[in-house]
């Protein structure tokens, strides 16, 4: 059973930035698909960011430009910076192992992280 647990939610003024990390337990973390996935109360599930076991990086147009993901094989850890924040970013954030393709078909996810964007 993997692992997964988010760290570096908080409260930031809009405009400002967070970091968000993930670890992740096993020994084969190189060999899944991981991303970042936010849900706000009533609302839908939203992934944010993705990374393939290739590297691959997807966003969805409404972070482009703003998030970046990472992962560290050698370290077995997600991250994701946030920059230039928004109210509409105020979220409970979620590091996952996703369905190769997905950006937010859950497989395993961790507790979340909240950020909230004031």
């Known amino acids: 059973h993997v692992q997964l647990v988010e760290s570096g939610g908080g409260s930031v003024q809009a405009g400002g930035s967070l970091r968000l990390s993930c670890a992740v337990s096993g020994h084969t973390y190189s060999t899944y698909c991981v991303a970042w996935f936010r849900q706000r109360p009533g609302n839908e599930r939203e992934g944010v960011a993705a990374v393939e076991t290739d590297s691959r990086i997807k966003y969805p147009s409404s972070v482009k430009g703003r998030f970046t993901i990472s992962r560290d094989n050698a370290k077995n850890t997600l991250s994701l910076q946030l920059n230039s924040l928004k109210t509409e970013d105020t979220a409970m954030y979620y590091c996952?192992?996703?369905?190769?393709?997905?950006?937010?078909?859950?497989?395993?996810r961790g507790q979340g992280t909240q950020v909230t964007v004031s």
């Open positions: 996952a192992i996703v369905v190769p393709g997905s950006i937010s078909q859950a497989r395993e």
